[in-house]
């Protein structure tokens, strides 16, 4: 009996030292970092459980050995690598060490996401659906009616893109008014506002912004991007003024709205000036100049680098494989400094050009993160244009930047230290 049980141990040991670990490298070794997350998003709805090594290796992922998860990354072409326990271990010592600016965070769920998008939208419209799909993560499309019946209350995580809060229509009027897309967009707003007794679709925008707060302020998180960033404010801002032009809402615009904005009301922004020319293609002065003094292949933006130990949160969300990111216009493309309230944190600049791009906050319980820019890889995006297609990006770093915010939610819940 002495000597089974000695067996027993000896086979129980045998099986602790060779059982292995799943390391999925995000440094430059990976071939499709993209994809990496959605196979980490798949894992987690099988109720595998993750380690996210922050500024390890360029944010890598690892789980216990499992079959279904190698052949995953076989049929994603993420690159994996098997390595034993007794190593994995070492490495986590590594990264733990309190000198070291590298964490450990646990991801256990799967967040439920809702992207906020029209039903008229077009193949050009969003960055944010194209990489989701790409990466084979799922989402819900919901639009006004459902976040005006509550369901926005259902989901952990709202996207916002190329969206206009302000009920301008993104101030597309005076070169696409006789465009079909926009009529049927121009159409679908205003029904929507009657069916909930609105006579204007701005004041249907301001109803559903204010939905998304009571959202975020509940313990949502929001990320936003392009134009949804600052009419999202804007719209706020302008809860008792009317910053609308007769095309877009019957009447003309209180002369005086400048004045009655309440910038206490919005997440991000202060301080700025209401766009009142129709034909102009800005909102505010928010925005950065849509000429700006510098080239395409010089438009980069750096990201900061936080403490991983200290604050996990803006840490999350810039992992990446490098910290200098390519620029990308937007109708919103950056954020000018002056205009970012006290207590935002930047999380990416142009320091040159005095630009912020990349900007996270909270809101009662919840968290916010607004991204400068339309499409990440499309530098000047053109209405009409055809869908970036992602196979050409499968290492985008700034399609990375979206994919951290889905990940995000996943993470076990911090507290973030200011």
Same mark, same amino acid.
């Given at each position: 009996?002495?000597?089974?049980?000695?067996?027993?141990?000896?086979?129980?040991?045998?099986?602790?030292?060779?059982?292995?670990?799943?390391?999925?490298?995000?440094?430059?070794?990976?071939?499709?970092?993209? =994809?990496?997350?959605?196979?980490?998003?798949?894992?987690?709805?099988? %109720?595998? +459980?993750?380690?996210?090594?922050?500024?390890?290796?360029?944010?890598?992922?690892?789980?216990?050995?499992?079959?279904?998860?190698?052949?995953?990354?076989?049929?994603? %072409?993420?690159?994996? =690598?098997?390595?034993?326990?007794?190593?994995?271990?070492?490495?986590?010592? @590594?990264?733990?060490?309190?000198?070291?600016?590298?964490? &450990?965070?646990?991801?256990?769920?799967?967040?439920?996401? *809702?992207?906020?998008?029209?039903?008229?939208?077009?193949?050009?419209?969003?960055?944010?659906?194209?990489?989701?799909?790409?990466?084979?993560?799922?989402?819900?499309?919901?639009?006004?009616?459902?976040?005006?019946? !509550?369901?926005?209350?259902?989901?952990?995580?709202? /996207?916002? /893109? /190329?969206?206009?809060?302000?009920?301008?229509?993104?101030?597309?009027?005076?070169?696409?008014?006789?465009?079909?897309?926009?009529?049927?967009?121009?159409?679908?707003?205003?029904?929507?506002?009657?069916?909930?007794?609105?006579?204007?679709?701005?004041?249907?925008?301001? *109803?559903?912004?204010? =939905?998304?707060?009571?959202?975020?302020?509940?313990? %949502?998180?929001?990320?936003?991007?392009?134009?949804? $960033?600052?009419?999202?404010?804007?719209?706020?801002?302008?809860?008792? +003024?009317?910053?609308?032009?007769?095309?877009?809402? !019957?009447?003309?615009?209180?002369?005086?709205?400048?004045? =009655?904005?309440?910038?206490?009301?919005?997440?991000?922004?202060?301080?700025?000036?209401?766009?009142?020319?129709?034909?102009?293609?800005?909102?505010? +002065?928010?925005?950065?100049?849509?000429?700006?003094?510098?080239?395409?292949?010089?438009?980069?933006?750096?990201?900061?680098?936080?403490? *991983?130990?200290?604050?996990?949160?803006?840490?999350?969300? $810039?992992?990446? /494989?490098?910290?200098?990111?390519?620029?990308?216009?937007?109708?919103?493309?950056?954020?000018?400094?002056? #205009?970012?309230?006290? %207590?935002?944190?930047?999380?990416? @600049?142009?320091?040159?050009?005095?630009? *912020?791009?990349?900007? #996270?906050?909270? $809101?009662?319980?919840?968290?916010?993160?607004?991204?400068? !820019? #339309?499409?990440?890889?499309?530098?000047?995006?053109? &209405?009409?244009?055809?869908?970036?297609?992602?196979?050409? #990006?499968?290492?985008?770093?700034?399609?990375?930047?979206?994919?951290?915010? &889905?990940?995000?939610?996943?993470?076990?819940?911090?507290?973030?230290?200011?």
């Amino acid at each position: 009996m002495k000597k089974f049980l000695i067996l027993i141990l000896l086979l129980t040991i045998s099986s602790k030292s060779f059982s292995n670990t799943i390391l999925i490298p995000m440094d430059e070794d990976q071939k499709n970092h993209l =994809k990496a997350y959605g196979l980490v998003y798949w894992g987690l709805a099988k %109720g595998i +459980t993750f380690d996210w090594l922050l500024n390890y290796r360029g944010g890598s992922f690892s789980c216990a050995s499992i079959q279904a998860i190698e052949k995953e990354c076989i049929l994603k %072409g993420v690159t994996y =690598k098997i390595i034993a326990d007794a190593q994995y271990e070492r490495i986590k010592n @590594e990264i733990l060490v309190p000198e070291t600016n590298m964490d &450990v965070v646990k991801l256990e769920k799967t967040p439920k996401i *809702a992207v906020y998008s029209p039903r008229s939208k077009q193949p050009w419209d969003d960055a944010v659906t194209m990489v989701l799909t790409y990466a084979e993560i799922p989402y819900d499309t919901i639009y006004d009616d459902e976040v005006m019946k !509550g369901k926005l209350l259902t989901y952990d995580w709202l /996207h916002l /893109h /190329h969206e206009d809060f302000t009920g301008q229509q993104g101030k597309f009027w005076s070169s696409y008014r006789n465009a079909a897309w926009y009529q049927a967009e121009e159409k679908e707003n205003r029904n929507c506002a009657n069916r909930w007794g609105f006579k204007k679709v701005s004041k249907l925008k301001l *109803a559903v912004a204010n =939905k998304i707060q009571e959202f975020v302020a509940g313990g %949502g998180y929001l990320f936003a991007m392009c134009s949804a $960033t600052d009419t999202y404010d804007i719209t706020l801002a302008a809860d008792n +003024t009317d910053i609308c032009d007769v095309m877009f809402d !019957g009447d003309g615009i209180d002369k005086n709205c400048n004045s =009655k904005l309440h910038y206490d009301n919005c997440f991000a922004f202060t301080d700025f000036k209401v766009s009142l020319n129709a034909y102009e293609y800005e909102f505010s +002065t928010i925005d950065v100049p849509q000429f700006r003094e510098i080239t395409e292949e010089n438009d980069l933006f750096t990201l900061f680098e936080f403490s *991983a130990k200290s604050d996990p949160v803006p840490t999350m969300l $810039t992992q990446n /494989h490098t910290r200098l990111i390519k620029g990308f216009m937007g109708q919103t493309t950056a954020f000018k400094k002056q #205009h970012i309230k006290p %207590g935002v944190l930047v999380m990416g @600049e142009n320091r040159a050009l005095n630009e *912020a791009r990349f900007i #996270h906050g909270t $809101t009662g319980k919840g968290m916010w993160t607004f991204y400068g !820019g #339309h499409d990440p890889e499309d530098y000047q995006h053109i &209405v009409g244009e055809p869908p970036t297609d992602m196979n050409l #990006h499968p290492n985008s770093p700034g399609y990375r930047l979206i994919l951290n915010n &889905v990940l995000f939610p996943a993470a076990k819940k911090q507290k973030r230290k200011t």
